[in-house]
Nanobody
């Protein structure tokens, strides 16, 4: 059973910082791309940042220069450092990983962690 568990969400004032972490556990062969998505009330889930196995990154325009995604391929973790937070960053943040097992390859999601930025 593959599980993604997020941590690090919370309440912060505008201009503050938070660091989200996600750890992958279970029987896996390899982890391909990993990423963070978010979903605000009444809106669709959107990509925030993604990172390949080799470390190439991709960011939503709205977070470029403020957020940094990183991963540890030994510990099977992916982190999202969020600086200069804005009220519009308020959302539930989800970890995502493209995982290969011996018999299949599919996307997995974490349960989500709430990030609330007050003005």
């Amino acid at each position: 059973q593959v599980q993604l568990v997020e941590s690090g969400g919370g309440l912060v004032q505008a201009g503050g910082s938070l660091r989200l972490s996600c750890v992958v556990s279970g029987t896996i062969f390899s982890i391909n791309a990993m990423g963070w998505y978010r979903q605000a009330p009444g809106k669709q889930r959107e990509l925030v940042a993604a990172i390949t196995t080799g470390g190439s990154t991709n960011y939503a325009d709205s977070v470029k220069g403020r957020f940094t995604i990183s991963r540890d391929n030994i510990k099977n973790t992916v982190d999202l450092q969020m600086n200069s937070l804005k009220p519009e960053d308020t959302a539930v943040y989800y970890c995502n990983a493209d995982i290969s097992r011996r018999w299949d390859r599919r996307n997995y999601w974490g349960q989500g962690t709430q990030v609330t930025v007050s003005s």
